[in-house]
């Protein structure tokens, strides 16, 4: 089957309707419209996961997307981004103008995991590619971009046939590398207002396990925590592993520093101040019996607050000093740290998200509007924000089948999670909510 053609069929179907129609059609049939897009966007959903692409590594997936876009009427620019190093990236921006009035940013997401999938699904991914470090690794879109992607293209299509109901400019962003958390600040360092117009709202979803499918979680403040990767070089003096008293051991100084390290957000931090502080790897030695010179370890934080993002990194600089001195490490040895990849914390502006909670409620109804969580994971979408200058809001769309989750609930037992070889969204009811939702909530801001 074409897929290309099947969409653009059902993009003519819709855009062809008399001017009539569609001025007298308003938020109620969202709903419908978004029904009657399923099958060509069903179609969208299946070639995106089954043709998945890493983060700086985007160009056939952001290419699909562009061309979508054009099809539907939009101004679309290819390759928005440009990366620390220099390189470019594989952002998309698309603009339709409709007269005078807001102009609000719609953002997707579009890189993919290096998961190998194991979902069984008759559409999974077995896409392998080489890593930057030169390896084959598996792709997969495990945390739900290709769905994402897919309801951005429903929300163009709904916003491309009723130009009768709003006034001002929509503008769309295709945004690579969210997982490494470098593509909205990659796009930002291209001058991205600067070339197609600063926005007045910035509006996205996530997709969730935790919210069932047909539903999706509307939540002012705190969403996700803004997060900081921390290296931590714990150095020493290497030699051999029968004579210890000989150098100093830096793998027994780093196992402490993990055990204290432990200890910053327990009794450091103020208890009703969220943090997380996780070392996720650890290497160190090439042979059992020699005592390395070095051994490095990889945190990552997360926080809602600047200023205790901020004490925590100090306290693991203290932590190590302290750690290091206690070990007799000579001066010139101490530990090294250094911050690599940030991120925000994705903080809905509350009289926005209360807004659009209303217009997605007129669009689906109260039961299918819900009021989530704070978590602590991290996004990069917050950028496009300006640190809160530019109202903005990020919502949950449901993946989750409603009756495993309630399983779940009872059980305890957790369904498969975002970036999960297993994950799986129940994608034909997610992707209805989320063009209707997305639709909506475009809509009450052009109104």
């Known amino acids: 089957m074409n897929l290309s053609r099947v969409f653009v069929v059902a993009v003519l179907g819709a855009v062809a309707l008399p001017l009539s129609s569609q001025s007298a059609a308003g938020q109620t049939d969202l709903a419908a419209s978004a029904e009657r897009q399923l099958p060509a966007l069903t179609e969208t959903y299946k070639h995106l996961h089954r043709n998945p692409e890493l983060s700086k590594h985007e160009e056939k997936t952001s290419a699909f997307v562009a061309a979508e876009l054009r099809k539907l009427g939009y101004t679309v620019t290819e390759h928005v981004g440009k990366y620390e190093d220099g390189t470019q990236a594989f952002g998309v921006v698309a603009v339709l103008e409709n007269g005078p009035g807001p102009r609000v940013l719609i953002r997707s997401d579009m890189d993919a995991l290096p998961v190998e999938e194991k979902t069984g699904l008759d559409y999974a991914s077995t896409v392998k590619t080489i890593n930057a470090d030169g390896r084959e690794t598996s792709v997969m879109h495990a945390c739900g971009h290709d769905l994402h992607m897919t309801v951005l293209l429903g929300t163009a299509h709904e916003l491309a046939a009723r130009k009768s109901q709003w006034h001002g400019t929509a503008m769309l962003i295709g945004q690579p590398s969210e997982e490494i958390i470098q593509g909205s600040a990659a796009m930002m360092a291209d001058h991205l207002y600067d070339r197609f117009g600063r926005p007045d709202f910035v509006i996205a979803e996530h997709d969730s396990n935790e919210v069932p499918a047909g539903s999706i979680g509307v939540k002012g403040g705190p969403l996700l925590a803004g997060s900081n990767t921390l290296n931590v070089t714990i150095r020493g003096i290497g030699g051999h592993g029968s004579m210890p008293q000989a150098g100093k051991d830096p793998i027994v100084l780093a196992a402490e520093f993990v055990l204290v390290a432990q200890t910053i957000i327990s009794r450091q931090i103020d208890p009703q101040q969220p943090a997380v502080l996780s070392i996720g790897t650890i290497h160190g030695g090439t042979k059992n019996n020699i005592i390395p010179d070095e051994v490095t370890l990889g945190l990552t934080l997360r926080t809602y607050s600047a200023a205790v993002r901020d004490q925590v990194i100090a306290d693991v600089r203290r932590t190590a000093q302290g750690l290091a001195e206690a070990y007799g490490i000579p001066a010139d040895r101490m530990p090294v740290i ?4 940030s ?31 704070a978590v602590m994971g991290s996004e990069d979408v917050s950028l496009f924000s300006l640190d809160g200058k530019i109202p903005m809001m990020m919502y949950w769309l449901g993946a989750a089948d409603p009756a495993k989750l309630a399983e779940s609930r009872k059980s305890g037992v957790a369904l498969p999670t975002l970036h999960s070889a297993l994950f799986a969204p129940v994608y034909a009811p997610a992707i209805t909510a989320g063009v209707t939702s997305m639709s909506a909530m475009a809509l009450e801001l052009l109104k």
């Open 343 to 373: 991120a925000p914390a994705t903080l809905n502006d509350p009289a926005l998200a209360e807004r659009l909670r209303k217009a997605a409620v007129a669009a689906m109804g109260q039961n299918c509007v819900l009021t989530p969580a």
């Open 338 to 341: 250094t911050l690599g990849e």
